[in-house]
Each structure stands twice: as C-alpha cells, then as structure tokens.
C-alpha cells in the first residue's frame, strides 16, 4: 500500500473511533407550564360545588285540602258506623286513621287505657280497653315548648257519627298533610283520641282518652305545652266557634288572630267544657275547643256524612294550620 492510501485508512479509523465514545445527549426535561401538574405527581381531585340547602317551607293554610277531611269522615260514618271506645268497629277504625298518618309520614304510638262500662246516651256500653293515637314527626323534644291537637274518634253507640265526630278526626288528617314536610312555629303532637262519649253523668264518666294522655304527661311536657286545641263537631255551620272555659284562656287571642290571617269566621264562646279540651283545662293546662254548632242529626243515627259541608272542613282545619304556623 502506498504512503497516501495508509493515511486514508488511519483518517478513517479515527474519525468511527471519535464517534462511537461521543456521550449520547441527555433526553429532554418534560416541559412544565404554570399551574400544571407535574406528570409524576398525582392530581388533585376537583373541588366539590358548595351545598345550597333549601330552606323547609312554612306550614301554609292554603295547602289544606277540603277532600281529605270529607273522605275521612265517609269512611268513618259510613264504612265503619258507630263505633264506641271499646267496641271492635273503633279498633278498625283506629287501625284506618293510624296507616293514613303514617303514610303521611307521622310517628303514630298507640295509648292503651282502660274505659269502663255505663250508658252511652241511654244506650248500656261494655267496659275494656281503648287507644289514643299520638302522632309525632320526630321533632318533639324533652324540656321544649310543643303544641297539641285531638280529636275523639269514638261515637254514641246509636250513631254513625258523621259529624261527631269523624269531621273532627278529618280535619285532623287534612292538617297532617298540610303541614308535612312544612315547618311549624313548634313541634306538633296530633292525636285521636278514644272513649271521650260520656258513660255516666259526671265530668268523671267522660273524655276517658284525653285524661289517661294528661295523666301521662310528665312534669316537664306540662310545663312546655303551650297549647292543645280540640276539633269536635266541625263540619257544620258557616262560621267556626271558638270556645275557651274562660274569657282570659291566653289561646283564645292566639286563634282569633289565627282566624284573621286565615280568612276565617269565627264565634267566640265562653264555658265550653264539653270537649277532650277540658281534660287539659281541669289539669292546669291551656286548652280550646273548635266546633259545637248544633245541628238535628247529634248523637242518632242521621248523623250521616250528608250533614257535614266540606267548606266547614276547610275553614277549621285552615285556622288550626294558620295557628300552628
């Protein structure tokens, strides 16, 4: 080989020896942008929406429907008929009114307590067993002011109690409903109320249901009541009567202005007694009755639903909502 060619191949072997030990470049950094996260940190999990919580609406007198107080009182007079405390037709009765408040959406207790025999309006009644049903929506608590409303479910043995008094135990559901899922201004206590007829001719022959929930009211739920109304004979009239035992009943101002906002008549009486409402009354307690028109069908078997106006219905059971709002 001659002098020049030896000089090509060394330039040549020189030049791959130069390539091979040149350090390969290093690879390119991720390029990161502000406010982005880094490919090898976890990402952070998008931030919730903040919760609006809708306030519960207000009980509304406006809500109250007329048919749910009349379909109870034709179920009442005319499914199940008379129905005496401790009679098997008010236990089926009893047992209607408690699934219509569940389903409602209340708490319903059953109150057992004994009633004894007598005449019922010159009729002779069996002694035995009857129930209040209290209904609750959670809300009571011990030591806090709370209010009550009743109505007896129970009848003279000769009547199908049409309008004494399944217009008061009708009004009392179209209030549960009104006022379900609505707030009221305090927790509300709803109950039926068992043996109110009289079996005698004392004060003591009488109201039995309301009594035996008086008697078991502890010290603290009577200091905390501050009110129970009683709906008995609803259903008849054009005007709602508002009765108190005495003029200075501290309820009796509160329902009338109740009555005011509602758009309702009312008749204010005095030395009204002749309702569950006494049983409160005659324990220190404050209590009213709404109802007591008088009318032809009372305590006989022509109290039938016929009797009973459904705007009646309305106007009572609207002042009773405009009162627990």
Known sequence: MTRAGQLLVLAVLAAGCSADS?????????????????????????????????????????????????SAVRHLASGVGPRPGTSPAYFRA??????????????????????????????????????????????????RPW???????DTVPQAPGAEDNASGVGVLLAVAEAVAGRRTRLPVVLVAYGSEEPRGPSDDDHHYGSR?????????????????????????GDVVPVGSVAADDPLRPQLMRAARRAGVPVLPEVGQRSSDHWSFVRAGLPGIRLGSTPYAGYHSAADVPSVVDPAQLRRTARLVVAWLR
């Open 22 to 70: 040149e350090p390969e470049p290093p690879a390119a950094a991720p390029t990161v942008t502000a406010g982005t996260p880094s490919p090898s940190a976890p990402s952070a999990p998008p931030a919730s929406p903040p919760v609006t919580q809708t306030p519960t609406p207000r009980a509304d007198p406006d809500a109250v429907r007329a048919a749910t107080a009349m």
């Open 94 to 143: 009893a047992g209607w009114v408690q699934r219509r408040l569940e389903a409602l959406g209340w708490r319903v207790e059953r109150q057992r307590f004994p009633t004894p025999g007598g005449v019922s309006w010159g009729v002779p009644v069996a002694a035995g067993p009857s129930v209040n049903l209290v209904a609750t929506r959670g809300d009571v608590r011990p030591g």
């Open 147 to 153: 209010l009550a409303v009743g109505a007896h479910l």
């Open 212 to 236: 035996a929930h008086v008697a078991s009211l502890t010290a603290a739920q009577r200091r905390t009541l501050r009110g129970m109304v009683s709906l008995d004979r609803v259903g008849v």
